[in-house]
C-alpha cells in the first residue's frame, strides 16, 4: 500500500489518470456548486422551447424550454450522489461480509461465498429493475437497489484479501503475540487490505451511474430529480427535432463515467507497477555484423566470454546486473556459478542464451561460442538477417529452468510439447522420429515412457524436474545451462538431481553451466567454481582451490558462514552489512564496504584480476596474501 | 538435565477436506489430510530442540499446535507442567506471553504500514504492559539487542526501508520483547542470503544464553539444526522416526531416513566426496500415509515386515531413539541394501 | 462419461442457486408495498379473476404454504399471466426469445472475436503507445451508456443520412420469405449491432490483453523462447491457448452485464426481443411479466455459467472432472 501522497504523484504524472482525476474533481465541484452557479432553475419553462444551443442558453432548452446546461449539470448532483452513495453503502457492506468470510473460514465462509456467486449469477440489471418496479422509484431506492446487488464484488475482492493477508507473518505473529481476532482484522487486516476494494470503488461508481441511466432510461427512475438517464428518456422523442437535448447528457455521462473507470485504471496500475510492463514479445534490438577476421580454429573454446555487461531499467534507476564479467570454458567443462540474491548470476545465465527481459539492454562485451561471435560489443551478432543465436539455440545450447509449476505449458502433454521442440529444429523428422527421441531421453534420464503423455501438473516435482533435463537433451546440446535446477526440491530429490546431472554430463560429454545459491550443489557437481558478487565474477577457480584454498574475502566469508554436518563445531563467521546491486559508478573495490580487511587502497582503486594459480584468479588488492595464508578450519 | 518446559504428547492434526458445496446438502466431507500423526516431544528449558523435515512432513503444524495457533485433533500440549491444549481467554493471552514466534519470510514479517518501532513494541501494548514512554525505552533496548543500531533510527523507518537480514532481526525483537520462555522458530534463516544467514543464526544463540529462553528451531536443513539445537527430531509424513541428542543422532543414526537425509547435504570441503545412495520411489506421498513403516515406501533397506507392521521406537541409548525395525543395525552398521 | 458426471455434478450446484433465485422473487413480491393480488392480477382485473389468481397462489394461506405453491407453479414452467395481453407469461416470453439471441449472439461473437485479437495484438507491446491508447480507448467504449450511443446512431445513420433503418426487425410490408426476408432483417441488425459490439468490444479487449499479457510472463513461454520458436508461434501456441481459459471465464460470467445491454439496446431500436418487452410491461405496470422476464434472464445467465465451466474443464487439463 502506498502512502496517499506518493500515490498521487504517480497518478499525476500519468497523463490519463491526470486527466481524469481533474475531470472527476471537476464534476465533483459543480454538483457540489450548482446552485450556487447562478443557472436558471432546471426545472423552470421559462425559455422557448426547442433553442438550439448558443446565445443565452448555451446548449438550448429542451422541449419545456427547460434549459439543458443547467439540467446536465444538476443531473452531475444526482449521478454523483447515485455513485457515491451506492458504492460507499456496497462498500462497507462488502468490507464487513468480505472480511468475515475471509477470516472466519468454514461454514460461514462457505454460505457468504455461496451468497456472493449466486449475485455472481444473478443478472442484477434486472433485479434492480424489479425492485425498484415493485417499490417504486425514489433515489434513495435506486441506491440502496444498486448497493444490495453490488456489495457482493466488493465482498469478493475483500474476501481474497483477507485469505493472503491472513497468512501475512505480521498478521500470524500479532495474534501469536496475543492480539485477539477483532484487534488483528482492525489493525492489520482492514486497512492493509481495503486498498484494492477503494480502487474497485471508482468503478463501482461508473457502474452505478450506468445503472441508474438505464433504469431513467426505461422510465424507471426518481420523478422528482433531474436526471442524465431521464433526459435522454425524454430526449429521445425529440430526437429528430431537437437532438442536443439527448446529445448533452450523454456526453457528460461518457465523461464521467470513463473517468472514473480510467482513474480506478490509473491507481491500480500506479498500486501495481509491474503490471503495466508484463509479458510482451522480446524487443528488437540493434544487431552486428560477425567480425570479418572470423576465421574458424582447430580447438576452440566452447564459449568464451568477455567484459559482458548487462543493465537493468527499473523507472529511472540503472541497475548493472552483469558488470563486466569475462571466462572461457573447454569443451566438456563443468562451472558452477555461485552468489547470493541479486548478484548477477540468473542474469548471466540468461545472457548466454539471449533471452534477456525488454528491461534489459547489453552494454558490453563479447561472446563467443564454438569460436563464433554470438555477442559482438554488446550487440547480437545477425548473419543474413538471422541471429546467430537462433541457430544455436536448443540444438547446441540448452537450458534446464528451475522447474516451477509452470516451467511446461500446463495445457499440452508433455510429448507434444517435447516434439514440438525436436521438430522445430530438425524439421525433417517425422512424428514417429521425433517421439522415438523423445522415448530415448526419457530412458536417459530414467522416466519411465508412458509418462511422456502426462500433463505437466500430473507429475510429481522431482518427475518434472528430470523431464525439463530430458527436454534440454532431445537435440544433444554441447552446452547446457542449469539455472538453480534443484532449488524448489526436496533435499533429497535435489542430492538425486545433481547426481544424475552430473551422471549425463560425463556420458555425454556435454559443458554444463551451473547457476546456483548453494555451494554445496556446486561443490559436488563441477568442476570449475566462478563466485559472483555484484555483478562481477570476484573470484573462480577449480573446485577444490575454491574451497581449499579460496583468495578473495568474499568467498572466504561466505564458506565461513555455511554450516557443516560433518567435522568440528566453529562458531560460524558472519558478514557485516548486506549485499547491494550496483546501480552507480562504483569506487574502488565493490566488496569493500562490506570486507573486514579493507583498507584505504580497496576504497578508491578498483582491484586489479589478480592470477594466482592455473585456473585460478581473484579479484582483490591482497589476493596473494590470503592465498598463502591458508583457511581457519584447515590450519 | 533441565526441566521440560513444552511437552507435547500423542498429537495428531487431521484436516478436513475444503467445505464444498455439496458438502453443505448433504453433510458428508471428503477423507482428511493426516499432517501430524501421533507426535511426542519435549523441549526443555533452556535447551534448543529442532525438528527437521522435508515439506510437508508436518514440522510447521507442529510448531502451530505447540504456540496453540492451531489446536490438535487429538493430543495434548503441556507448558511448564499445565496442560494448556484447551486454554482461551485471558489464560491463552497469559500463555502467549510466555510462548512467542519467528517466522520464514521476513519481508512479511512486519506491518507495511507500522514503523519499527511500532511494530516491534505492539505485543507491549496488546500486553497493556508500561507507559508508552517505557515502552519506547523497550523498544530501543531490543533493537539494540539485536544489532539493530542506531536504534533510534530505526525505531522510526517503515519495513520498506529495510533489508531481510534487517527485518528478521527486527522480527526477533518482536519476538523477544516479553521476554518469552520458549520461542518457536519456522525456519527462521531460511529465505535469507548465504552471507546473512550466520549473523541470524549467531545472534539468536547469543540471545539465547543471555536470556536464557527454549527454541524450538524448525528446518529443513540438518546441518543448520546442527548448528543450533541440542537435540534433534526427525519428522517424516506427520510422524517423528528419530530422535536423540543431536552429535548422536548425526554420527550415529538409527533410521535409514535420517541417513539419506545426512548423506544428501553435499560437502563442500576439498576432495571430500560423499558416497551418495540411491534413493527408491518418489516424493513425498499427497494421498495419505503407507500402511505399516510409513517410510517403505522409499527406504532402500525395506523388508517385508516394513510393508505389514508399523515399528515402535527403539532405544538407542542416551534418549535416541528411532522408529525403524533394524534401528539398533542401522545404528551400527549404517544403511545396508539388503541382498 | 467423466464430462457427464462433471455435468450432473456443477447441474446439482446451480440447483440451490435457482431455487434462491426464485426466492427471491416471491419475497419481493410480498415486501412490496400494495396487494399482493393486486401485483399479480393487475390493478384493474375483476374480481373473478382477483379470486382465481387468489386461489392459484393459495394467498389466504400461510406465508410458507404461499412460497410452496409459488414454488411449484414455476417449476412446472408457469409464470403467471400477463395482464395485459392475458397470455401465459411463459409462452410472451419464449416468443421474444430468438430476437434477442440473435441480437444479443451476433454481438457477443463480433465483440469476443474482434477484441481477443485486438487484446492479444497488443499484448505483444505491454507499456508502449499503441498499448496506452488502445487502453484508454476500450475503456471508453465500455463507458459509453448504450441506450444513448444506439440513439446517436440512429440520429447519425437513420435521421441524418438516411442510410439505415432505425427500429424495428423487420420492414413493414417488406418480402416474407427467402433470402430478402434474411437480407431485410440484416439491413435492421447493423445498427442495434453495432451499438452493442461496440460497448462489449472494450471489455474484450482489456481482458484479452490483460491474459495475454499474463501468459506471456509466464515460464512456460521463457522455456519456448529459449528453444527457439518464433514469436508468432509462442503468441499463438502458448500465450492465446492459455488466456483462452480467463476469456471464457468472463465470457460466462459477464453475461449478466450483457443481456443488461441488450435489454437498453432493444428498447432504443424497438427490437421484438425481451427487452422491448420489459420496456412495455414497465410502461403498463404489468408486473408478471417483469417478473418473469427476472426469472428468466437469471435462468439463461445460470446455464450459460455452467456452459463456460464445462468449456473451461474441456480446454484446461488441469480441472479435474
Redesign the interface.
Known amino acids: ?1 502506498l502512502a496517499p501522497r506518493r500515490l498521487l504523484t504517480l497518478l499525476l504524472q500519468n497523463p ?1 489518470s491526470a486527466a481524469s482525476l481533474f475531470l472527476v474533481l471537476f464534476a465533483l465541484a459543480i454538483a457540489i456548486l450548482a446552485p450556487f452557479l447562478g443557472l436558471p432553475d432546471p426545472g423552470q419553462m421559462a425559455a422557448k422551447p426547442y433553442l438550439p444551443p448558443g446565445g443565452e442558453h448555451w446548449l438550448g432548452t429542451d422541449n419545456f424550454g427547460r434549459d439543458v446546461l443547467s439540467r446536465v449539470i444538476w443531473g452531475t448532483r444526482v449521478a454523483l450522489l447515485v455513485a457515491v452513495g451506492s458504492a460507499a453503502l456496497s462498500i462497507l457492506v462488502g468490507v464487513i461480509a468480505g472480511s468475515l468470510a475471509g477470516y472466519y473460514g ?2 460461514l ?3 457468504l461465498s ?1 451468497t456472493f ?2 449475485f ?8 434492480v ?3 425498484v ?4 422509484s425514489s433515489l434513495t431506492l435506486v441506491m440502496i437497489a444498486i448497493a444490495l446487488t453490488a456489495w457482493p464484488r466488493s465482498a469478493r475482492i475483500m474476501r481474497s484479501q483477507v485469505l493472503s493477508l491472513k497468512s ?3 498478521v ?8 485477539s481476532s477483532s ?1 488483528t482484522i482492525v489493525k ?1 487486516i482492514v ?2 487490505g481495503i486498498g484494492p476494494i477503494i480502487t474497485d470503488g471508482t468503478i463501482l461508481m ?1 457502474l452505478a451511474i ?1 445503472t441508474e ?2 433504469l431513467s ?4 427512475g426518481d420523478q422528482n430529480s433531474v436526471s442524465w ?1 431521464r433526459m ?1 428518456f425524454e ?2 422523442r425529440q ?2 427535432l431537437a ?1 442536443w437535448i ?2 448533452a ?2 456526453v457528460a ?2 465523461i464521467l ?2 473517468s ?3 482513474l480506478g ?1 490509473g491507481i491500480n496500475h500506479a498500486l501495481n507497477p509491474q503490471m ?7 524487443r528488437r534490438r540493434p544487431t552486428a555484423a560477425p567480425p570479418a577476421d572470423e576465421s574458424p580454429r582447430p580447438v576452440s573454446p566452447i564459449i568464451e566470454v568477455d567484459n559482458l555487461r548487462l543493465t537493468y531499467s527499473v523507472g529511472t534507476r540503472r541497475i548493472h546486473a552483469v558488470d563486466g564479467v569475462s571466462f572461457t570454458l573447454p569443451r566438456g567443462a563443468s562451472l558452477g556459478i555461485v552468489g ?2 541479486g548478484c548477477g548470476k540468473s542474469s548471466l545465465g540468461s545472457a548466454l ?1 539471449q ?1 534477456i527481459p525488454n528491461n534489459a539492454d547489453f552494454t558490453g562485451g563479447t561472446v563467443r561460442f564454438d569460436g563464433q561471435s554470438i555477442l559482438r560489443d554488446g550487440k547480437p551478432v545477425s548473419e543474413r538477417g538471422r541471429l546467430r543465436i ?1 541457430a544455436l ?3 547446441r545450447i ?2 534446464i ?1 528451475q522447474s ?1 509449476m ?7 502433454t508433455i510429448r507434444k510439447q517435447m516434439v ?2 525436436y521438430r ?2 530438425r524439421p525433417k523428422a517425422g512424428d514417429a522420429e521425433a517421439t522415438a527421441r523423445v522415448a530415448e531421453v526419457f530412458d536417459l534420464i530414467g522416466i519411465p515412457r508412458h509418462r511422456m503423455n502426462a ?1 505437466p ?1 500430473q507429475l ?4 518434472r524436474q528430470r523431464t525439463m533435463i530430458a ?1 534440454s537433451l532431445i537435440l544433444e546440446p554441447d552446452l547446457v545451462i542449469a539455472d538453480e535446477p534443484t532449488t524448489a526440491l ?7 538431481i ?2 544424475e546431472i552430473d551422471k549425463l554430463r560425463r556420458r555425454l560429454n556435454l559443458t554444463l553451466i551451473l547457476v546456483s ?5 556446486v ?2 557437481t563441477c568442476e570449475m567454481v566462478a563466485v559472483m558478487y555484484a555483478g562481477r565474477i570476484v573470484e573462480m577457480a577449480p ?3 575454491i ?2 584454498n579460496p583468495s578473495h574475502p568474499y568467498t572466504r ?11 568440528p ?1 566453529k ?5 557485516p552489512g ?2 547491494f546491486q550496483p546501480t552507480e559508478t562504483i569506487v574502488g573495490c565493490r566488496f569493500a564496504p ?1 570486507c573486514r580487511h579493507a583498507t584505504d587502497l580497496c576504497r578508491t582503486e578498483a582491484p586489479p584480476s589478480v592470477a594466482l594459480s592455473s585456473g585460478h584468479t581473484a579479484e582483490c588488492h591482497y589476493a596473494r596474501a590470503f592465498a598463502a595464508e591458508p583457511l581457519r578450519e584447515h590450519a | 538435565m533441565t526441566k521440560p518446559l513444552i511437552e507435547l504428547s500423542g498429537l495428531r492434526m487431521v484436516y478436513e477436506s475444503s ?1 464444498s ?1 455439496m458438502s ?1 446438502f448433504t453433510g458428508r466431507s471428503g477423507p482428511g489430510v493426516t499432517a501430524v500423526d501421533g507426535i511426542s516431544l519435549t523441549v526443555r528449558s533452556g535447551e534448543t530442540t529442532a525438528i527437521v523435515g ?2 510437508g512432513s508436518g514440522k510447521t503444524t507442529t510448531g502451530r499446535i505447540a ?1 496453540l ?1 492451531e489446536r490438535p485433533t487429538a493430543g495434548t500440549v503441556r507448558f511448564d507442567g499445565e496442560d494448556v491444549t484447551d486454554l482461551s481467554g485471558a489464560a ?2 497469559r500463555f ?2 510466555q ?3 519467528i ?4 519481508y ?6 507500522l514503523t519499527i518501532g511500532q ?1 516491534v513494541g ?2 507491549l501494548r ?2 497493556h504492559l508500561g507507559s508508552p514512554g517505557e515502552r519506547r525505552a523497550k523498544v530501543l533496548k531490543i533493537l539494540a539487542e539485536v544489532e539493530l543500531r542506531p536504534a533510534e533510527a530505526y525505531a522510526d523507518r517503515y519495513p520498506a526501508d529495510l ?4 527485518l528478521q532481526r527486527a ?1 526477533i525483537a ?2 523477544l520483547i ?1 521476554e518469552p520462555k520458549a520461542v518457536i522458530a519456522d525456519e527462521p534463516v531460511s529465505m535469507l ?7 541470524v ?2 545472534l539468536m544463540r547469543a540471545l539465547q544464553s543471555r536470556m536464557g529462553m527454549s527454541y524450538l528451531y524448525i528446518t ?5 539444526a ?2 543450533m539445537a541440542n537435540r534433534i527430531a526427525v519428522m517424516y509424513l506427520g510422524a517423528i522416526v528419530e530422535e536423540g541428542p543431536t552429535e548422536q543422532l ?1 554420527a550415529a543414526s538409527g533410521h535409514p531416513y535420517t541417513r ?15 558416497r ?1 545412495v ?2 527408491s520411489g ?3 506421498s499427497e494421498t495419505g500415509i503407507p500402511a505399516g513403516c510409513r517410510f517403505h515406501t522409499r527406504c532402500p533397506m525395506a523388508q517385508p515386515v516394513c510393508r505389514s507392521v508399523e515399528p515402535s521406537r527403539v532405544s538407542l541409548g542416551a534418549g535416541h531413539e528411532a522408529a525403524c525395525h533394524f534401528a539398533t543395525d542401522v545404528a551400527r552398521n549404517g544403511l545396508t541394501v539388503a541382498a | 462419461m467423466r464430462l457427464r458426471r462433471y455435468f450432473i455434478h456443477r447441474l446439482l450446484q ?1 440447483l ?2 435457482a431455487l ?2 426464485i426466492v ?2 416471491f419475497l ?2 410480498h ?3 400494495g396487494d399482493v393480488s393486486i ?1 399479480l392480477a393487475g390493478e384493474d382485473a375483476d374480481p373473478a379473476y382477483m379470486a382465481a389468481v387468489r386461489e392459484r397462489y393459495g394467498l389466504d394461506k400461510s406465508f410458507f404454504d404461499q412460497l410452496i405453491a409459488y414454488l411449484g407453479q414455476i417449476l412446472q414452467g408457469d409464470l403467471g399471466i400477463s395482464y395485459r395481453t392475458r397470455e401465459p407469461v411463459f409462452d410472451v416470453l419464449m416468443e421474444r426469445v430468438p430476437a434477442t439471441l440473435l441480437l444479443a449472439g451476433t454481438s457477443l461473437v463480433i465483440a469476443a472475436v474482434l477484441g481477443t485479437w485486438i487484446g492479444t495484438a497488443i ?5 508502449s503507445l499503441a498499448d ?1 491508447v488502445v ?2 480507448f476500450s ?2 467504449l ?4 448504450v ?3 444506439g ?2 446512431l ?2 447519425f445513420f437513420a ?1 441524418q443520412l438516411r442510410w439505415l433503418p432505425s427500429s424495428g426487425m423487420i420492414s413493414i410490408g417488406g418480402p416474407r420469405d427467402g433470402f430478402a426476408r434474411i437480407m431485410d432483417i440484416v439491413w435492421h441488425m447493423i445498427l442495434p449491432v453495432a451499438a452493442l459490439s461496440t460497448v462489449w468490444l472494450g471489455q474484450y479487449i482489456r481482458l484479452a490483453r490483460t491474459s ?18 518464433s ?1 508468432p508461434y ?2 499463438f ?2 500465450g492465446l ?2 488466456a483462452l ?1 480467463p476469456i471464457v471465464t468472463v465470457l460466462g ?1 459477464e ?3 450483457l ?2 445491454g441488450a ?2 439496446t432493444e ?2 431500436f424497438s427490437w421484438p426481443g425481451l427487452g422491448r418487452l ?2 412495455e410491461a ?2 403498463a ?1 404489468d ?1 408478471p411479466i ?2 418473469g ?2 426469472i428468466v ?2 435462468f439463461t ?2 446455464l450459460a ?1 455452467l456452459a463456460t465451466d464445462i468449456a473451461y474443464a474441456a ?4 480441472v479435474s472432472l
Open positions: 500500500m490519463t468454514g461454514w465462509d462457505s454460505v455461496r456467486d449466486v455472481l449469477l444473478i443478472p442484477t440489471f434486472f433485479l429493475l424489479l425492485i418496479a415493485l417499490f417504486g501475512r507473518v505480521y500470524q505473529a500479532a495474534l501469536a503475540s496475543g492480539a484487534q492489520h486497512p492493509n461508473g450506468l441511466a438505464g432510461f426505461l422510465g424507471l438517464g435522454i430526449g429521445q430526437l429528430r437532438p439527448s446529445i447528457p450523454g455521462m461518457l463515467v470513463a472514473l473507470n480510467l485504471d503495466r510492463s508484463r509479458g510482451g514479445a522480446p547470493e540474491s542464451l533471452t537462433q539455440r536448443w540444438s540448452s537450458t529452468f516451477s509452470n516451467a511446461l505449458n500446463p495445457v499440452t514440438a521442440a522445430l529444429h500433463y501438473h510429481s516435482g522431482g518427475m527436454l526436496d533435499m533429497l530429490i535435489q542430492d538425486q545433481l547426481a545459491h548453494d555451494m554445496g550443489a561443490a559436488e573446485t577444490a582451490v574451497f581449499g566469508a561466505l564458506i565461513d558462514a555455511l554450516p557443516s554436518l560433518r567435522g563445531m562458531t560460524l563467521a558472519t558478514l548486506e549485499a562490506r | 467445505h458445496f453443505m522435508e515439506s504456540t495457533q491463552l493471552k502467549r506471553r510462548v512467542q514466534m517466522f520464514q519470510n521476513p512479511e514479517a512486519l506491518d507495511p504500514r511494530s505492539e505485543p496488546l500486553h533489508s531481510g537480514g534487517q522480527a518482536r519476538a516479553l542470503d548465504v552471507s546473512v544467514r550466520s549473523g543464526m549467531n529443513h536443513d540438518l546441518a543448520v546442527r548448528y548425526i539419506l537425509l545426512i548423506s544428501a547435504v553435499p560437502e563442500h570441503h576439498q576432495g571430500a566426496r560423499r551418495r540411491t534413493l518418489d516424493a513425498l | 446451480v440451490p442457486v434462491i433465485i427471491i422473487n419481493l413480491i415486501l412490496a408495498p401485483l499484448a505483444r507491446r505491454p507499456g496506452t487502453a484508454t475503456i471508453s465500455f463507458s459509453i451508456p441506450f444513448w450511443l440513439l446517436m440512429i440520429l435521421v495475454v499479457a499474463e501468459v506471456l510472463s509466464e515460464s512456460y513461454v521463457t522455456t519456448a523462447r529459449s528453444i527457439g520458436f514469436e509462442v503468441l501456441h502458448h491457448r492459455n481459459l460470467l453475461l449478466g452485464l443481456l443488461t435489454v437498453l428498447t432504443v420489459i420496456y414497465i410502461l405496470r408486473t417483469i417478473m422476464a427476472f434472464m437469471s445467465v445460470m455459467s480446454l484446461d487439463p488441469r
